[in-house]
C-alpha cells in the first residue's frame, strides 16, 4: 500500500485532498507545518492559518477520517527560507511571492524530505492544480480544472523529482464541489472561509510587519518625477510596490504611480500609467518542467502576477540561469522579484524569478 503524507492547514482544501487520498486506498497521515509562532509576527490568532484553531481543525479532520496526525516545527526554516527572504526582497527594492518561496523551500523540500525520513511515497497538498506524465516520462504540471481557483502559478518551482512524489487530489474539482465533499463528510470545517492574505501578514501591512521583524527604521527619501524634481517625501522605501498609486501621500495635478526605486539615493520616483508599460523583461533562477531546455526562441503564454492572465509573447533561454521574455502587447507593472511563468495551453512550460524589467513606453 502507498503511503501519502498530508500538508493540512486546517482548511477545507486540504481537508478534502486527505479524504479523497484515504477513499483512493492510500495508508495516509494528517500533518500541519508549524511555520511560525504568531505572537512573534505580532498578529493573533483569530486572523491566520497555523493557529491553534487550525491545528485543532485539522486534528479533527483526521481523528474523523481516523488517520493518523502530526505537527512537525519547521518554524527554523521558514524563518531563512520565507520570511528572511521576504524582508530582503523588499530592502532590495523588489516585490516577493512568499507563497512561491514556502512552496520550494518548505513543503516541497523540507516536508518532502520528511516524507523520505519516514519512508512514505507521496506529499498530498489542497493546490488547484495537476500533475501528468507525458508520453516520454516526463512529469507536467497542469492548470486546475477550475482556473478560477487555479494555483499552478505558484508551484512552477517544482522539479522533476518532487512532481514525481506529489499528489494534487484537487485538481480536477471545483470549489464548489470541495466544499460540498467537505459538508457530507461532516467536516468541521466545510464553511470555513479560505485566507486571503499572506500567512505571517495577515493584515497586509508589510512594511509595519518588516519593522517590528527587523527593529530597522527605513528612512524617509525623496519622491521624485522621471526627470528628477522633487515632488515630495517618502516615508521609507520598504513601504512601496512598482504600480501603487494609493497611500503616496501628496497631492499632485494629476495621478501618479511608482515607477522606480532608486535605493543608492532612496528615491522613489514616480511616473504617469504609461510610464509603467513594458514589453520586455529577464528573469533568473529559472526551473523548466516541460522541456529540459530551451534552445531556440518559443512562443509561450506567460503571467507576471498570480492573478494575471497569460499573455502571448516568445522566450528565449540565455543561459542555464537566465530567460529573456518578449510581449506580444506591452504588461504594466512588471515588478523584480516577481515571477514569470510560462504556459504553453494549461501546461506550465516553466518559471523564473523577474530581475530586471526595462520600463519601456
Sequence with gaps: MKKALIAMSGGVDSSVAALLIKEQGFDAVGTTMKLYDNEDAGISKENTCCSLDDIADARAVCNRLGIPYYVFNFRENFNEQVIERFIKAYENGSTPNPCIDCNRYIKFDRLMRRMYELEMDYVVTGHYARIEQSDNGRFLLKKAVDESKDQSYVLYSLTQEQLSHTLFPLGNLTKPEVRQLA????????????????????????????????????PDGDFVDLDGKILGTHKGIIRYTIGQRKGLGLALPAPMYVCRKDLDNNKVILGSNDDLFSKELYANDVNLISVKEINEPMRVLAKVRYNQKEQPATVEQLDADTIHVIFDEPQRAICDGQAVVLYDGDTVVGGATIINSALLK
Excluded at 185 to 201: E, L, P, R, T
Design 183 to 218: 459538508e457530507k463528510s461532516g467536516f468541521i470545517n466545510a464553511k470555513k472561509h479560505d485566507s486571503q492574505d499572506i500567512c505571517f501578514v495577515p493584515n497586509g501591512k508589510y512594511a509595519e510587519f518588516i519593522e517590528q521583524y527587523t527593529g530597522k527604521e527605513y
